[in-house]
């Protein structure tokens, strides 16, 4: 059974940072790219940030350019998500997702497995 278990969410003041984490299981991923997508109330999902599956190539949305870096271990099937100079609008719960197939996606369609999520709060 495919498994991606987020962790590392939570409330932080704004400014502050969070480490999110995404382990996975149940099928190798360390061959796929992984994305983080995330949800704020009554919004649409959005991209956030993703992977290659070597790591060597990573993308981000505009908004966290420069404030979230993604990464992953591939040792230990699981895909980071740190974020630092949190603000408010980050605000949302954090999906992980993966890929079933090597091209690279920012598209949530493109996206076959998905996490539960973790929810991320950032007061002002």
């Known amino acids: 059974q495919v498994q991606l278990v987020e962790s590392g969410g939570g409330l932080v003041q704004a400014g502050g940072s969070l480490r999110l984490s995404c382990a996975t299981s149940?099928?190798?991923?360390?061959?796929?790219?992984m994305g983080w997508f995330r949800q704020a109330p009554g919004k649409e999902r959005e991209f956030v940030s993703s992977?290659?599956?070597?790591?060597?190539?990573?993308y981000y949305a505009e908004s966290v350019k420069g404030r979230f870096t993604i990464s992953r271990d591939n040792t230990k099937n699981t895909v980071y998500l740190q974020m630092n100079s949190l603000s408010p609008e980050d605000t949302a719960v954090y999906y992980c997702?993966?890929?079933?197939?090597?091209?690279?996606?920012?598209?949530?369609?493109?996206?076959?497995?998905w996490g539960q999520g973790t929810q991320v709060t950032v007061s002002s």
């Open positions: 997702a993966a890929r079933s197939t090597v091209a690279h996606s920012t598209s949530l369609q493109d996206y076959d497995y």
């Open positions: 149940g099928r190798t991923f360390s061959r796929y790219p």
């Open positions: 992977i290659s599956w070597t790591g060597s190539n990573t």
